[in-house]
Nanobody, 115 residues
Framework: QVQLVESGGGLVQPGGSLRLSCAASGSISSIYVVGWYRQAPGKQRELVAGITSSGNTNYADSVKGRFTISRDNAKNTVYLQMNSLKPEDAAVYYC?????????WGQGTQVTVSS
């Protein structure tokens, strides 16, 4: 089992920045994929960015150049640095961890972008 705890959400003005954290605990494999997803009201959950245990990353087109996903293996934590935030980035952001063909989700953290 893997437990995930997200943090770092909040209210930010357009153009501002936030850094989300996803801390994992439990039986963590050396081979895994972690993704940040988001879900806005009335919309489907979408993948924002992902990172593998080997460091490969991918991003949704809508966030390329503005968001950066990274990891600290010593802390079992994955980060999502979000810059130049737009109102359309507002959503609940979820962390997802996949290993051994199992998928784990965090509880989500709210990001609000508003002036």
């Amino acid at each position: 089992q893997v437990q995930l705890v997200e943090s770092g959400g909040g209210l930010v003005q357009p153009g501002g920045s936030l850094r989300l954290s996803c801390a994992a605990s439990g039986s963590i494999s050396s081979i895994y994929v972690v993704g940040w997803y988001r879900q806005a009201p009335g919309k489907q959950r979408e993948l924002v960015a992902g990172i593998t245990s080997s460091g490969n990353t991918n991003y949704a087109d809508s966030v390329k150049g503005r968001f950066t996903i990274s990891r600290d293996n010593a802390k079992n934590t994955v980060y999502l640095q979000m810059n130049s935030l737009k109102p359309e980035d507002a959503a609940v952001y979820y962390c997802n961890h996949q290993q051994y063909r199992r998928s784990y989700w965090g509880q989500g953290t709210q990001v609000t972008v508003s002036s």
